[in-house]
């Protein structure tokens, strides 16, 4: 059974930084591309970043340059380091897994709350 659990969500100040982690189980994680995907209330779901097996990423414009995607596959854990944070990057961020054979699968999501 294919499990993806994120964590670290929370309430951080406009400027503050958030690492999110997304534990993966029950997938061979180094086979799998991982993507961080976020919601607003009212809009719909957007990509904010991918990596691939071999470590390439991929960022929305809206968050180049703060914030990082990594993966750990000893761990089985993707990240996403989120630095300089906006009030407008509130949502409830998702992560992703997929192969050429497999997925996607979802994350249940965590809340991620950008005010003062």
């Known amino acids: 059974q294919v499990q993806l659990v994120e964590s670290g969500g929370g309430l951080v100040q406009p400027g503050g930084s958030l690492r999110l982690s997304c534990a993966a189980s029950?997938?061979?994680?180094?086979?799998?591309?991982m993507g961080w995907y976020r919601q607003a209330p009212g809009k719909q779901r957007e990509l904010v970043a991918t990596i691939t097996t071999g470590g390439t990423t991929t960022y929305a414009d809206s968050v180049k340059g703060r914030f990082i995607i990594s993966r750990d596959n000893a761990k089985n854990t993707m990240y996403l380091q989120m630095n300089s944070l906006k009030p407008e990057d509130t949502a409830v961020y998702y992560c992703?897994?997929?192969?050429?054979?497999?997925?996607?699968?979802w994350g249940q999501g965590t809340q991620v709350t950008v005010s003062s």
């Open positions: 029950g997938v061979i994680f180094r086979t799998y591309a």
């Open positions: 992703n897994a997929k192969n050429f054979a497999y997925g996607p699968f």
